[in-house]
């Protein structure tokens, strides 16, 4: 298969001439994985912003979503489930909580504690959420064939699965924002 050079071709082409030592094994893979995630960051921040969400807001009504009914979790479990610091995740719930979609419930077991739960509101925004960033998605790698999706899906899948340094701690994939 002949394949049209793109941006990464240009940058790896240009790092051959000027210093080839630097060339690594690792090195086109991670400016595609960085270049991709640039891309995928851009398609969903235009979902998020029709939705009149950040990114962290997202993260956090998603992963309260996918944690089942009741749909709460604990501030420190949620913290480390979105990679927020305790304190960016108050920040976040506390703007969620204004808008009505998050609400803090007493903990009946410990006076000292919260629970962070998603009102009927706060689901139907992180299922609209999901969704709309779900379709820009497929829309993206709309015309690509199956196949190729699969194969990149399963060699970063085995890249994980070889290299636990690529994850962080309980398993979650560490995201780094892209850098030119």
Known sequence: MTTTPDPVDAWMDSWR?????????????????????????????????ELGLTPAEFDVLVTLRRSGTPYRMKPNQLARS???TTGGTTNVTHRLVARGVVERED?????????????????ALAERAVLANAAAHDALFDGV???????????????FAVSPSLLGSGG????????A
Not at 19 to 37: D, G, Y
Not at 145 to 159: D, H, S
Not at 172 to 179: D, E, G, L
Request: glycine share 4%.
């Open 107 to 123: 903990d009946p077991d410990d006076a000292r504690s919260t629970w962070l739960r998603l009102t009927p509101d706060g689901v």
């Open 172 to 179: 979650t994939v560490r995201v780094a924002r892209p850098r």
């Open 17 to 49: 001439a000027e210093l080839p030592e630097v060339e690594r094994s690792s090195s086109e893979l991670t400016k595609r994985i960085m270049f991709m995630s640039g891309v995928l960051d851009g398609v969903m921040r235009r979902e998020l912003t």
């Open 82 to 84: 979105v990679m927020l």
């Open 145 to 159: 064939p199956a196949a190729a999706v699969e194969a990149a899906t399963a060699a970063l899948r085995e890249l």
